[in-house]
């Protein structure tokens, strides 16, 4: 086991560390191209999986922009010809997210598929007003899936302050994901701190991951969207192990309590299936933001390589669809068992990795182009 001692402490720096005005600069001239390409490729791996969604319903989506719902909106519009809605929220200079939204679109009003992106903060309650409006006057009825990932990646002020070990990884400037296609980027294994929470922190977390999915659910039963019996109301989530030094010490947890204590309450009222989607660690701007995140999903990764287990962004959508098949009445979906099986491997990884090492322990994860 390699010391903690043994490591330098680091600061986990917003992607990576990529230089702001640089990134205005990137985003500017290979943003929308770089979108495009990788649609394509997505596309070009898509495949239907016979969901049972009806012509005259939407899937509304609460994210879409990028990360994991990107890919199930890819999957939706491209593979089941289902008409998608996304609520996104990203800056349109220093995010790559409206130049996928913007691919997307235009690809899919080549296809003759509907696909309407709205770049607002999805909690706000006059943008929820206006979109369901919209809905209501195109759509019999409404599926939804609620992505939003805009928490404090802190620990509750009770639990103090702790260092853990993460990589310290560049990021691909453009996608704005940590970037292990080449050796290079990834600098070293160390320590990075996990600050404590304030309370306004709280707050903002619970309200845009813990009971955002509410307002949305209420205002489309309301209009008749959520059809009983028929809609279903599912959100993202992780299954973080109860000893997680960030994850479960922290508002990230409180949230996702709070959000599965609304799908309960959603599920009762409305009458809809509620449905948790159980992820793996993948690779997106989120998990690199997360202290101990990238470690995380490099870790799990290389150990699910190993096993021919590893399933990327588009295959976990892929595996997603299910949700919509008519003999579907679970409450859970579990993407994430393969995961769960080698996280003994993993923390036997994460605590033997060193600067000596690292580079050759991680051997199926960095120049690895599937991930």
């Not at 759509?139 to 620990?155: C, D, L, M």
């Not at 050796?183 to 996990?194: D, P, S």
Request: charged share 25%; net charge negative; hydrophobic share 40%.
């Amino acid at each position: 086991m390699a010391s903690d001692s043994a490591l330098e402490t680091f600061t986990k720096l917003p992607l990576g560390g990529v230089d702001r005005r640089s990134l205005v600069e990137l985003l500017s001239k290979h943003g929308a191209e770089t979108a495009r390409q990788d649609l394509a490729s997505q596309r070009a791996q898509v495949k239907p999986q016979a969901t049972d969604i009806g012509r005259d319903a939407c899937v509304l989506v609460l994210g879409g922009s990028n990360g994991i719902l990107r890919a199930v909106a890819v999957q939706l519009l491209f593979g089941e010809r289902t008409s998608v809605y996304c609520v996104h929220y990203d800056s349109e200079k220093l995010q790559i997210g409206v130049h996928h939204a913007r691919a997307i679109r235009e690809a899919a009003d080549a296809e003759g598929v509907s696909a309407t992106f709205r770049n607002a903060d999805a909690t706000g309650p006059t943008v929820i007003a206006e979109v369901v409006a919209e809905l209501k006057a195109r759509f019999r009825a409404v599926h939804v899936i609620n992505g939003i990932a805009a928490g404090a990646t802190k620990r509750f002020a009770r639990h103090g302050k702790a260092k853990v070990r993460d990589l310290d990884v560049g990021f691909d400037p453009v996608r704005q994901v940590p970037d292990f296609s080449k050796i290079e980027n990834v600098r070293r294994i160390g320590l990075v701190e996990v600050d404590v929470a304030t309370e306004q922190d709280v707050e903002r977390t619970n309200k845009m991951m813990g009971t955002s999915t509410n307002p949305w659910a209420d205002a489309l039963a309301s209009a008749g969207l959520l059809r009983a019996g028929e809609s279903t109301v599912a959100f993202a989530d992780y299954d973080y192990e109860p000893d997680d030094p960030v994850y479960a010490l922290g508002p990230l947890a409180g949230a996702k309590l709070l959000q599965r204590e609304s799908m309960a309450r959603i599920a009762k009222e409305h009458r809809v299936r509620t449905v948790r989607l159980c992820y793996p660690a993948m690779n997106t701007t989120a998990i690199g933001a997360i202290p101990g995140g990238t470690l995380m999903f490099a870790g799990s990764a290389q150990k699910l390589l190993e096993r021919g287990t590893y399933r990327n962004l588009l295959e976990l959508a892929r595996d997603t669809m299910p949700l919509y098949r008519a003999g579907f009445d679970a409450s859970e979906l579990r993407l994430d068992d393969e995961y769960r099986a080698v996280l003994p491997g993993f923390h036997e990884l994460a605590e033997s990795l060193d600067n000596a090492n690292v580079h050759s322990e991680l051997s199926r994860v960095i120049g690895n182009p599937d991930l």
